[in-house]
């Protein structure tokens, strides 16, 4: 009898040393299922820097377009001009500098633009000098010289060009010779004349360009 209230003390003493949880925690069939994370939605960063590169982008246009109609541009850019001295020998552009200035040779040879034209009597080659040094108030000088094979380059074109012209105007391009005897193209040279533009087509007589024909285009809208 003794050793059966001994046991039942014991037992009642250890259940006074269980310590209690300070929670209760309840579990359902939701808490049990695994719920993947949600990400349907982007992260906040994420849609911040995106409408800051659409802004960018819209920005960038707008000002594309303003640089691109506001006032004048220099049309001779539209011309598929190289550097000369990738397109003749840098000896020639030299003397070609020489010729047609007092800039100094070795150090203009560099800037200097070339365009060039095939034809029957040889490749036609316009320079650009692209230096201030040969711009004056009538514009800046534009020469070109016939190159045949094995021949010393001769001239056949100098003239001081204005370059700015309205966006849909092109300042030199190859025009048909309507005698189809000269062996080279003919050249169509457009300038500003006032509110308008003027159309000048120069062709090559054998020895050099000359004006063959001029007229005056109206400009819409001035």
């Not at 009597?121 to 534009?142: D, Q, R, S, T, W």
Request: glycine share 6%; net charge positive.
């Amino acid at each position: 009898m003794v050793t059966k209230n001994r046991q039942a003390n014991i037992s009642q003493e250890q259940k006074g040393d269980l310590i209690p949880l300070s929670y209760t925690q309840h579990f359902s069939q939701d808490n049990l299922a695994y719920k993947p994370p949600d990400n349907s939605k982007p992260p906040t960063s994420f849609l911040f820097i995106g409408r800051w590169f659409r802004f960018g982008m819209m920005l960038f246009l707008l000002l594309s377009v303003l640089l691109g109609t506001v006032g004048c541009t220099t049309n001779a850019a539209t011309i598929p001009w190289s550097v000369a001295t990738k397109v003749v020998p840098v000896e020639t552009v030299q003397a070609v500098v020489t010729e047609n200035s007092e800039l100094n040779p070795q150090e203009a040879a560099s800037n200097v633009l070339a365009w060039t034209v095939d034809g029957q009597a040889g490749k036609l080659v316009i320079f650009n000098f692209n230096n201030p040094g040969v711009c004056g108030n009538e514009g800046c000088l534009y020469v070109a010289y016939l190159i045949g094979k094995d021949a010393t380059p001769v001239r056949v074109f100098s003239s001081y060009l204005n370059p700015k012209l309205p966006r849909n105007k092109s300042l030199l391009q190859v025009a048909d010779d309507p005698t189809k005897t000269s062996g080279l193209p003919c050249l169509q040279v457009q300038q500003p004349s006032g509110d308008n533009i003027r159309k000048l087509v120069f062709c090559f007589n054998g020895r050099e360009y000359q004006l063959a024909k001029s007229s005056l285009i109206e400009v819409r809208g001035k």
